[in-house]
């Protein structure tokens, strides 16, 4: 089943929002999982990952802003951001891992939810 993402929408910059991201039936507890992002004409790129033993990543452009975490009991993953600047406009999703550990890949994304952060 696909990952489903909320969470999105517009704010100004320095603003937060948190995403979330439902992985239905997909053993959610033993994959990783990250957050991908994609703005027009860039390619995407993977902005935060948790394995299932909550080993995090954060490309270097988010750290100390954005926060990576799940609940396993609600097979949800959500992504916490802080002091939003403009370059972090794009579309965000949520993906699946193959194993549990994040660099393994990943094999499911989601369609996606809008940030858009106004200067």
């Known amino acids: 089943v696909q990952p489903v993402e909320s969470g999105g929408g517009l704010v100004q910059a320095g603003g937060s929002l948190r995403l979330s991201c439902v992985a239905s039936?997909?053993?959610?507890?033993?994959?990783?999982m990250g957050w991908y992002r994609q703005a027009p004409g860039k390619p995407r790129e993977l902005v935060a990952a948790?394995?299932?033993?909550?080993?995090?990543y954060y490309v270097n452009s988010v750290k100390g802003r954005f926060t990576i975490s799940r609940d396993n009991a609600k097979n949800t993953l959500y992504l916490q951001m802080n002091s939003l600047k403009p370059e972090d406009t794009a579309m965000y999703y949520c993906?699946?891992?193959?194993?549990?550990?994040?660099?393994?890949?990943?094999?499911?994304w989601g369609q996606g939810t809008q940030v858009t952060v106004a200067s």
């Open positions: 948790m394995g299932s033993n909550d080993m995090t």
């Open positions: 993906a699946r891992g193959r194993t549990g550990h994040y660099s393994a890949g990943f094999d499911s």
């Open positions: 039936g997909t053993l959610f507890s033993i994959k990783a």
